[in-house]
């Protein structure tokens, strides 16, 4: 920190008020003892009066309307045009100096490695977001969403009999196929579905159940498309189950946040991850249920 910093126009300025407040406080000080000593006039009587008793009649001295009217003008001046509102906040040096930083961050990390990624993705992880999920990633007992299966063709298993509350999409949470009378064996089949033919898995280990799960598949059309996307007339409405088992699919989800069973996970998009370490994460969680 550099004291006296007289190259600073704002601190030039402050030094230069705060000495003149000094000098017209002396000289005013000094004016007023010296009448007080010195002047022995008598001033007028005020013409209004309570129980018999009136005051003297006791105008503004020049002098301090002068100051007044003078730095009531020094004031708007330095608030609309010696220092703007719009010209310095702290908050906008922050946002810059985060802005620098992840220039150059994406400058230096823009080539990294899968492996390399994973690494940074799994430091991230146990930083912003093992409190909830663990520090294995397993959810802690059901606490958060179990990420050692995630992306996996179990999970979506478990997604379509239990539902999911949803990334904050607009069609909102996604019902449980349960509670839609939905069978076991087919909820099984559209799994296999999605993971061989729609998600980024892209294999399954019910291959017999593809062509089924295809057919039960129309009713999360609905919803996902026929090819999954999502999107209906240019709107993206919910998941993107063609990312699914992907690290875009987790850059998603940080992107917009999801509620769960515990509360609302929040979404990454205040400048607390950039994007490179949003994919490192994601290449992390992905890596989770492929056992890298």
């Known amino acids: 920190m550099q004291w006296l910093n007289l190259e600073d126009n704002i601190n030039l300025l402050a030094l230069i008020g705060a000495i003149l407040i000094v000098l017209i406080t002396?000289?005013?000080?000094?004016?007023?003892?010296?009448?007080?000593?010195?002047?022995?006039?008598?001033?007028?009587?005020?013409?209004?009066?309570?129980?018999?008793?009136?005051?003297?009649?006791?105008?503004?001295?020049?002098?301090?309307?002068v100051i007044f009217f003078i730095t009531t003008i020094w004031a708007i001046w330095y608030f609309l045009w010696?220092?703007?509102?719009?010209?310095?906040?702290?908050?906008?040096?922050?946002?810059?100096?985060?802005?620098?930083?992840?220039?150059?961050?994406?400058?230096?990390?823009?080539?990294?490695?899968?492996?390399?990624?994973?690494?940074m993705g799994q430091n991230l992880f146990l930083v912003q977001c093992s409190t909830c999920h663990g520090i294995t990633a397993d959810g802690i007992g059901g606490k958060a969403q179990d990420l050692t299966i995630w992306g996996s063709e179990e999970a979506l298993v478990d997604v379509l009999k239990k539902g999911s509350k949803g990334m904050n999409y607009p069609l909102g949470e996604m019902p449980a196929m349960t509670d839609l009378g939905v069978a076991q064996e087919d909820i099984t089949a559209v799994a296999a579905y999605v993971a061989k033919e729609i998600s980024a898995i892209k294999k399954t280990a019910n291959e017999h159940l593809v062509a089924r799960g295809k057919e039960v598949f129309?009713?999360?059309?609905?919803?996902?498309?026929?090819?999954?996307?999502?999107?209906?007339?240019?709107?993206?409405?919910?998941?993107?189950?063609?990312?699914?088992?992907?690290?875009?699919?987790?850059?998603?989800?940080?992107?917009?946040?999801?509620?769960?069973?515990?509360?609302?996970?929040?979404?990454?998009?205040?400048?607390?991850?950039?994007?490179?370490?949003?994919?490192?994460?994601?290449?992390?969680?992905?890596?989770?249920?492929?056992?890298?």
């Open 26 to 65: 002396l000289v005013v000080v000094g004016r007023m003892f010296k009448q007080m000593k010195e002047k022995k006039t008598e001033a007028a009587l005020a013409e209004h009066e309570w129980d018999n008793i009136r005051e003297y009649k006791n105008p503004l001295p020049i002098g301090w309307a």
């Open 218 to 292: 129309a009713t999360c059309a609905t919803c996902h498309g026929e090819d999954g996307r999502g999107i209906m007339d240019g709107q993206v409405m919910a998941p993107d189950l063609t990312k699914y088992g992907s690290a875009d699919f987790v850059v998603e989800v940080l992107n917009r946040g999801k509620i769960g069973d515990i509360g609302s996970m929040p979404a990454f998009n205040n400048g607390l991850l950039n994007e490179i370490q949003k994919q490192a994460v994601g290449e992390y969680v992905s890596s989770l249920s492929r056992g890298e």
């Open 82 to 119: 010696g220092y703007p509102l719009n010209s310095y906040s702290q908050i906008g040096e922050y946002n810059e100096e985060v802005k620098a930083h992840n220039i150059k961050f994406e400058e230096k990390f823009k080539n990294l490695s899968k492996e390399d990624k994973i690494k």
